[in-house]
């Protein structure tokens, strides 16, 4: 079982940037891909982005070319870079390991 814990969630004007990240416990981080999800009021949570353990990513066409999920296997931790933000993005963000959901952070983009 791994523990997450996201955090950079916050209030940001349409068109700027937010990093979040997500910090795992556990020793087999490095071997295990990771996800970002999302969730707007009233909406069913839908998938972000993925990281392999290789480093290989996929992106939801809502945000391809905007966002950036990255890793660093030192410090157990996945990041989303979160830039040219829309309202439409205003959602919780989830970190996802193949076993465990993180508690989420909301992300407000005001226009």
Known sequence: QV???ESGGGLVQAGGSL???CAASGSRFSSIFMAW???APGNQREW???????GGTNYAESVRGRFTISRDN???TVYLQMNSL?????AVYYCRSPSD???GTQVTVSS
């Open 48 to 54: 972000v982005a993925t990281i392999t353990a290789g």
């Open 3 to 5: 523990q997450l814990v």
């Open 37 to 39: 999800y999302r969730q």
């Open 19 to 21: 990093r979040l990240s």
């Open 101 to 103: 959901w993180g508690q």
């Open 86 to 90: 829309k309202p439409e993005d205003t």
């Open 74 to 76: 030192a410090k157990n």
